[in-house]
């Protein structure tokens, strides 16, 4: 079958670079709704768990009201993340024809956690008020444990995308076909799976606790609302100061397996030791202007020894390096808005530890507004800079996109026609959170009514 | 394992993803379009409700097997996923809109509240649920009227599944879901104890089974002058057992209904559907795509083994779970049955002062102890220690900071 897969080498597509965009756009709708399957279930639980611990009902209505918040998100994500699947043989049929034998494996895994994450929160919903207390808060821990699993697995393909391994390439064909080890044995998992988990709760605590920091600085503050506010912001506090940890650890493994991806981070043009980094600014001719340099700063911070050598862009032809001041601006927008959000997670914990209370200034409730946003700005520009830092190739030193990518016609429309539609399911996400925000809260002592007929 | 090759083995579990699709997934699209055809007034906002109500619980985790299909044929067969997904781009690209309308309208449902909002989103359910189907069968007509060729894109975007096959597929696919649909908002209308909507689709399984039947005959003469292959290696056995079967077991699920023994008659309308992927399947056989057959696709055989594997380990997760579902909703333990209650243990209080605080100490060292070992460890254990210690720290912080603060 030699024949079949030269059917699948580089071809004509006058469209490469709409079909990157349209890929980048899915995933930019995508991911942050899967940012609440991964930690929203565990916080409705978190509430529903402290329900049956005190009794009081405030929590129940809190768990209920939430589900139904998780319910909508879900199903968003669920469409979105079909739109993925099939995107991946609609645009990089080169890249699925050559390698799915060697990583697909990881999405059949994942497409079981799928399956039970979507079962289980058929349980969970549709359970309220019909199950027994305990049974019920049972039901929802496989769909805490799904979301780990979903996207461990579907990392396990990223990470492999960028440190690949488990296969050999003889005579243009790919044998010797190891999946484990492609998938579970590469460098790149062990941080991409800690760094998105983590991920996932901070942009979902930031966002929920900005919700209600916009109602407080409107006014809207009694129990309830304090309640709603610290549950998840609690969490993404925790998270957001070992964010910074193990953004540390992604960008030593980077530096060690992509040094390209590394140089295009840091806008290092010229193989050094010692190598400076600069802050702000942006690259052009060679080097970085208007940035505040930090001497020997990146190969401290990259190899932590301050004379270690930086491979620079000229390490690879031009034609193998990233865009660079996209992928820099959007490594630097991360790492700002990680250290802002580190920042404000200390304040609320020192003030929950040493006053024993929520902080009371207007400021923090201004700055927790923009936190949410800014956290999902913070993932998208995380996955900008893994994923356009890793260009031109597909698969990191063996496959370039040009070879991946669809020879069919019409990529301009496809790309109209899904832009328009994901313009309108923002839109709709937008109108649903904020009807159920406006639903009457149904009082403490009824709290069925928070459930609607759904 | 039943006499298949290890090369056949993830096809033989891809179809029935796909015959589970169309039966569970088809159902759901069927209540769509009974929401499409329900006109106006307080009747058929009655009947759009039961449609909702009776698939709401269950439609994610039937559309997942569209997913299971998918990544089985392209772990699997590689080389066919990649030349069926790119030359069927349109088709899918429809198929995944209609998708995209369907769950989103799922979703806004439980936002709305005013009768006309409502209508408006059942209405998207029902745009979605002719498009998805249609698009999904026409893919399968292009696969079996053998329009996808190997390579990338090598067939034609648009004739490959707007085709006289394709077309009848399509429509043939509205007309067995709007069947099934019926059959089963019917059923469940029974169980809840709801004559009318019961009376209501049984006359609704009753006319589409007829008109289904009757398009089944007309789509065997398109078939025949259009793809003539498919059709003559449909008609001989083993195919045509399949073929027949179906026939038969449609025909039952008519009679089934019309004696109104509907639980019998769900059975049986899926066993009609499923014995049409079946037959497809057995037609097909060997061949995958022209020129491409099963075994030159499928990928290496320890792939292939250990995606059997999967499977079957996903498997034994995979039924319990469904059973559960199934079960709670169709013995109706979901439906409004007060919950025992629960008597509401004393307010405790989450922990004293003292135990706070030594979590928050002990949340301090974890937090220092994890750092180290990330910031200083190059290898995988003092990693992997350094993120257990910082998953005890985020751990222990929930703990200390679990209870209320009253004070503001
Ligand atoms: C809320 C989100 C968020 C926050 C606050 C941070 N990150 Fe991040 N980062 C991501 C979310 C993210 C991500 C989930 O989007 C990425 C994309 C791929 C991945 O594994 O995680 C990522 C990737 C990523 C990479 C690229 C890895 C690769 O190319 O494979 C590096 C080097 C860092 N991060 C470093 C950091 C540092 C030093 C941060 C703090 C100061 C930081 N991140 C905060
Ligand atoms: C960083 C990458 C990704 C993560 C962390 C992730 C995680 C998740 C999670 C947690 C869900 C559950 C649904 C939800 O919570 O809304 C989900 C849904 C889904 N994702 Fe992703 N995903 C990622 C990328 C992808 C990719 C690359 C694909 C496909 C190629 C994909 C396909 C899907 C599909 C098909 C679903 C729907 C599953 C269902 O029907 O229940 N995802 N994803
Ligand atoms: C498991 C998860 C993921 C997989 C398997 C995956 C796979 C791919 C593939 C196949 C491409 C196209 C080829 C290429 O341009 O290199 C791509 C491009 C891209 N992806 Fe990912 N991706 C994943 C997660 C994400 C996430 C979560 C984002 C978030 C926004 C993202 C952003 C992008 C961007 C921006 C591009 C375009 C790069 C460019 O054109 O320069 N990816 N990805």
Redesign the interface.
Same mark, same amino acid.
């Given at each position: 079958m030699q024949s079949l897969s030269a059917m699948f080498g580089p071809v004509q597509q006058a469209y490469l670079l709409e079909a990157r965009q349209m890929q980048a756009l899915s995933f930019a709708v995508h991911i942050p709704l899967v940012c609440f399957g991964i930690a929203f279930p565990a916080m409705v639980l978190r509430a529903e768990w402290l329900w049956m611990r005190t009794g009081d009902e405030i929590y129940r209505l809190l768990a209920m009201r939430w589900t139904k918040v998780m319910v909508a998100l879900f199903a968003c994500g669920v469409v979105t993340g079909t739109i993925l699947s099939f995107e991946m043989g609609l645009l990089w049929p080169g890249f699925m024809g050559t390698f799915g034998a060697v990583f697909g494996l990881g999405f059949a895994l994942e497409g079981f956690s799928f399956f039970v994450e979507a079962i289980f929160i058929g349980i969970y919903v549709y359970g309220w008020n019909r199950m027994a207390a305990r049974a019920h808060f049972v039901s929802g821990i496989p769909i805490v444990v799904a979301g780990l699993t979903g996207s461990l697995f579907v990392l396990s393909v990223n990470s492999w995308m960028n440190d690949p391994r488990g296969f050999a390439v003889r005579n243009g064909r790919i044998t010797d076909v190891e999946p484990f080890s492609a998938l579970f044995r590469n460098g790149h998992l062990g941080y991409e799976i800690v760094h998105m988990y983590l991920a996932g709760f901070i942009v979902t605590g930031f966002l929920v606790a900005a919700a209600y920091a916009v109602g407080r600085l409107r006014g809207r503050w009694g129990r309830y609302e304090r309640i709603a506010l610290t549950i998840p912001l609690t969490v993404a506090a925790l998270a957001a100061p070992v964010q910074v940890l193990v953004g540390d650890w992604a960008a030593r493994e980077v530096a060690k397996t992509q040094p390209t991806k590394l140089a295009a981070l840091e806008g290092v043009a010229h193989t050094q030791r010692g190598a400076p980094l600069h802050l702000l600014g942006w690259y052009r001719d060679g080097e970085v202007k208007a940035g505040i340099p930090v001497p020997k700063g990146l190969s401290l911070l990259a190899f932590h020894d301050p004379d270690a050598e930086v491979q620079g862009l000229d390490g690879v032809p031009a034609a193998d390096r990233p865009p660079v001041n996209v992928v820099r601006i959007a490594f630097q927008l991360m790492v700002s808005i990680g250290t802002f959000l580190a920042v404000l997670s200390i304040w609320y914990l020192f003030a929950r530890t040493r006053r024993k209370r929520v902080p009371s200034g207007h400021w923090f409730y201004r700055l927790l507004v923009l936190a949410g946003p800014a956290s999902v700005l913070a993932l998208i520009s995380g996955w900008v800079t893994t994923e356009v830092g890793r260009q031109p190739w597909v698969v990191y030193q063996v496959m370039r996109t040009t070879e991946a990518v669809t020879a069919a016609q019409g990529i301009p429309v496809g790309y109209a026609t899904l832009a328009a539609f994901y313009a309108c399911l923002i839109g709709a996400v937008a109108w649903i959170l904020r009807r159920l925000a406006r639903a009457p809260m149904a009082t403490v002592a009824e709290p069925e009514h928070a459930l609607g007929d759904s | 394992m039943l006499g298949l090759h290890l090369y056949e083995l993830p096809l033989f579990f891809a179809l029935q993803g796909v015959a589970l699709y169309a039966i569970l997934a088809g159902a759901d699209f069927g209540a769509g379009i009974w929401q499409l055809l329900a006109g106006r007034g307080e009747r058929a906002k009655r009947i759009r409700d039961h449609a909702h109500h009776s698939m709401?619980?269950?439609w994610?985790?039937n559309?997942?097997w569209?997913?299971?299909v998918?990544?089985?044929v392209? @772990?699997?067969?590689?080389?066919a996923?990649?030349?069926?997904?790119? @030359?069927l781009?349109?088709a899918? @690209?429809a198929? $995944?809109?209609g998708?995209?309308l369907? $769950?989103?309208a799922?979703?806004?449902?439980?936002? *709305?509240?005013g009768a006309a909002e409502v209508r408006a989103i059942d209405t998207l359910t029902a745009a979605g649920s002719v498009i998805a189907p249609f698009a999904l069968a026409g893919a399968a007509g292009a696969i079996a009227s053998q329009r996808v060729p190997?390579?990338?894109?090598?067939g034609d975007?648009w004739s490959s599944w707007l085709n006289p096959t394709s077309i009848m597929a399509g429509v043939l696919a509205l007309l067995s879901s709007a069947y099934l649909a019926a059959v089963y908002l019917a059923a469940d209308a029974r169980r809840e104890g709801d004559d009318e909507m019961a009376a209501i689709f049984r006359v609704r399984a009753l006319v589409a089974g007829s008109v289904a039947g009757a398009a089944a005959i007309a789509g065997a003469v398109v078939v025949r002058s259009d793809a003539r292959w498919i059709f003559d290696r449909l008609v001989e056995p083993p195919a045509l057992l399949s073929v027949a079967l179906s026939l038969l077991a449609g025909a039952a699920t008519l009679v089934l209904v019309y004696r109104r023994r509907l639980d019998a008659a769900r059975i049986s309308a899926a066993i009609a559907v499923a014995a049409v992927v079946g037959g497809w399947a057995l037609a097909q056989n060997p061949v995958l795509l022209p020129g491409?057959t099963v075994r030159?696709a499928a990928?290496?055989d320890?792939?292939l083994a =250990?995606?059997v594997v &999967? +499977?079957l380990l $996903?498997g034994l +997760?995979?039924f319990p *779970?469904?059973g559960?579902?199934f079960r709670? &909703?169709l013995r109706g *333990?979901?439906?409004?049955?007060?919950? !025992?209650e629960?008597p509401?243990?004393?307010? *405790?209080s @989450?922990g004293g002062v003292a135990s706070t605080l030594t979590a928050?100490r002990l949340a301090g060292a974890c937090?220092a102890i $994890?750092?180290a070992l990330?910031?200083?460890g %190059?290898s995988?254990w003092p990693? !992997?220690a350094?993120?257990a210690a =910082?998953g005890a720290?985020?751990v222990l912080? =929930?703990s200390?900071?679990?209870g209320? %603060?009253s004070?503001?």
């Open positions: - | 709401a619980p269950v994610e985790a559309h997942v569209l997913i299971f998918l990544v089985i392209w @772990t699997g067969y590689p080389i996923f990649a030349s069926m997904a790119s @030359t781009a349109v899918l @690209t198929a $995944g809109i998708i995209v369907r $769950g989103v799922y979703a806004l449902r439980s936002a *709305s509240a190997v390579g990338n894109a090598a975007l491409l030159q990928a290496p320890n792939v =250990l995606l &999967v +499977i $996903g +997760i995979l *779970s469904l559960l579902l709670l &909703v *333990s979901f439906s409004a049955q007060p919950r !025992a629960r509401a243990p004393p307010a *405790s @989450t928050t937090f $994890g750092a990330l910031l200083l %190059d995988a990693r !992997a350094g993120v =910082l720290f985020i912080g =929930l200390a900071l679990a209320e %603060d004070r503001e």
